[in-house]
C-alpha cells in the first residue's frame, strides 16, 4: 500500500532569546525532534502524548503552519517543504485542519455560512449559489441544518461548533484531515458525536485522519495505527490492538494503566510515574524518559535509544526491550 | 457591535445623553442658517454688536452679522473637520499598525520606532512646520490633523493584533489557504472593531479642538467663513464690551467635546462588558 503522508525526521526546535537589540540565543525547546512516521490512504493514525509533548507541533509542521527547522514531508509524493507560499496555498485544499477548541477556531464576526464558504471562493470549488448550496449540503452533512448558515457561531454549542469545524475543512474535499485534539474540549457525551460523525465521514469521502490526541481510550476507538509520543519523539508505534494488548516501552505501558476502568472491584497494576514531564529546554542528554522511568539502567541516562522494529508494524525507542 | 452592548450602552445615561446632544448639533449645523433667515456672511452695519434678542437669538458680531447663524455655520465646519480627520486618521492608524503588529518581528520594531518618532514631535511644532509651506486654510488643518492623529490608532490596532494573530481562527484560515490579505482584512481587523470604535470616538473631540485651536491661532478656515475657533478668536477680542460673542462659540466647542467623550466612554463599557 501507497503511503499517502511520509514524515521523515521532522524536527522543530524554538530558540529562546534574551536581549532587546542584540539577540543572544539561550536554549533551545526542541518541541520536535526526529519524527518519522508513514500514513497509508484511508486510515487513521492516532497521535498520543501528554500535553507539551510536541504532537500538536507535529501536527501543524505537516501543514506547515508552522515552519519545521529540519526534515522531510512528503504529500502524495510531492516534498511539501520545497514548495513556495502559492503551491503551498494550493495543495491545502488537500490537507486540512480540525482544531482543538472549537470556541476559538471560529471567526467571531463571520456568520457559520461564510466560515465554511470561505475554503470554497478561495480555491474556487465553486461561486455564488452554487457555493451556497455547498454550504448547505456540508452542514447537512455534519448533521447541522441549512438555516444554521445564517447564524453567528456564538449561538452554537461546543459539540455544534466541533461541527462547523469540520464542515469547514471538508467543503475542499481533501484527502488528509490533521484532526488537532478535536474533542478535548467537548463533553464526554458530545465526544462520542463527534467522533462516530468522524469515522462516518472517513467512509463516505475516503479520508485519511492524523488523530492527535492525549487520552488513549479515545485514540483507541478511531485508530487504525498509535504512535505514542514523549517529549518530542515517538517511543511507540504500533497497531492499535497491537499496543493496547502488548505495549512495549514503559511508557506506553504506564499511559495504558492510567486508563481508568468502570469496575470498581477490578484489581490491575497501576504503573505511577514520579514527576512531571521534564522541561523541554535542554533536556538531559541520553533516553528523554529516564528521569522519570522505574526501570532506568545507566545506560539510560548516556545513550538515546532508536526507534527499533519489534515485529510487524510495531516499533518501539527503549533500550529494555528487544524483539 | 453586537445587540448586548447595546443594551448596555442604552442604560448609561450620560452617553444617550451624549448621542442627543450630538444629534441635535447635527440637526442644528444643517438646518439653524435656514431656520434663523440670515446668511453667514450678510453683514448689516446699521445692528452691529447687539444683545442676544428675539430677532438675532445670539447677538450680531461687530459687522453686524448673525451670531447664531455663525455659530451654526460653525458647527457645520467643526464637525465635518473632525469627524473626516477622523475618519482618514484612523484608516491610516489601522493600515500602518494592522501591517505592522501582523509582520511581527523587526520590520514591527522598525515601524513603532517610526511612530515614536512621530508623536515626539510636539503638535505645534507640526504646524509651525507646515505654516511655512502651506497657506492657512481647511487642507493645512487636514495635513496637521492627519500627522498628528494616526500615530494613537495605530498604536492600538498593533496591539490587538498582535494579540488576535495568535488565535485558532486566524490559523484555521491560514489552513484553509488564505493569504496574508485575506487574513488580515477578513479575520483580524474586524475583530479590532470595538477598540478602534472606542479611539475613533475619543479622537473626535481631540480633532474637533485642535481645529478651534489652529483657527484661532489663524491657521484654519479664512474669513469670512466661521469655524468654532475663529468665531472665539473673534470674541476675544470684545470680551470686555460684548462677552457673548466669546460665550457662544465657546460654549457650543465644551458641549460637543463633553458629548463625544460621553458616548465614547459609555460606548467603552458596553464594550468592555461584552
Known sequence: MEALLKVRNLKKHFPVTKGIIREKQVGLVKAVDGVGFDVYKGETLGLVGESGCGKSTTGRCILRLIEPTEGEVHFDGVNVRTLDSRAMRRIRKDMQMVFQDPYASLNPRMKVGDIIMEPILLHGIARGKEARERVNELLDVVGLAGYHAERYAHEFSGGQRQRIGIARALAVEPKLI????????????????????????????????????????VVHHISDRVAVMYLGRIVEMAGYRELYQNPRHPYTKALLSAIPVP????????????????????????????????????????????????????????????? | MNYAAWNVLKRNKPAVLGM??????????LAGPVVSGYSYVEQDL??????????????????GRDLFTRVCFGARISLAVGILACIVSGLLGIAFG?????????????????????????FILYVILLMVVMEPGLITVFAALGITGWMNMARIVRAQVLSLKEREYVLAAKSIGAGTGQVLFRHIIPNTAG????TMIFGIPEAIFAEAFLSFLGLGVSIPKASWGVLVSEGIGTIGLYP??????????????MAFYFWGNGLRDALDRC
Not at chain 1, 485519511?208 to 488513549?216: E, G, R, V
Not at chain 2, 442627543?20 to 449645523?29: C, D, K
Not at chain 2, 460673542?245 to 467635546?257: G, H, K, N, V
Request: hydrophobic residues 40%; charged residues 20%.
Open chain 2, 46 to 63: 446699521e445692528n452691529t454688536n447687539l444683545g442676544p434678542g428675539r430677532d438675532h437669538w445670539f447677538g450680531t458680531d461687530s459687522l
Open chain 1, 263 to 323: 469496575d470498581p472491584n477490578a484489581k490491575k497494576e497501576k504503573i505511577m510515574l514520579k514527576g512531571d514531564v521534564i522541561s523541554p529546554l535542554n533536556p538531559p542528554p541520553g533516553c528523554n524518559f529516564h528521569t522519570r522511568c522505574p526501570y532506568a539502567v545507566p545506560r539510560c541516562r548516556e545513550e538515546a535509544p532508536e526507534l527499533k522494529e519489534m515485529g510487524t508494524g510495531h516499533s518501539a525507542a527503549c533500550h529494555l526491550v528487544n524483539p
Open chain 2, 20 to 29: 442627543i446632544v450630538i444629534g441635535l448639533l447635527v440637526i442644528m449645523a
Open chain 1, 178 to 217: 490533521v484532526c488537532d485534539e478535536p474533542v478535548s474540549a467537548l463533553d464526554v457525551s458530545i465526544q462520542a458525536q463527534v467522533i462516530n460523525l468522524m469515522e462516518d465521514l472517513q467512509e463516505q469521502f475516503d479520508l485519511t485522519f492524523i488523530f492527535i490526541a492525549h487520552d488513549l481510550s
Open chain 2, 244 to 257: 457673548w460673542q466669546l460665550f457662544f462659540p465657546a460654549l457650543f466647542i465644551s458641549i460637543t467635546i
Open chain 2, 195 to 198: 477598540p478602534v470604535m472606542v
Open chain 2, 98 to 122: 494592522g501591517y505592522s503588529g501582523y509582520a511581527g518581528g523587526r520590520t514591527d520594531d522598525i515601524m513603532m520606532r517610526i511612530v515614536d518618532v512621530f508623536s515626539a514631535v510636539p
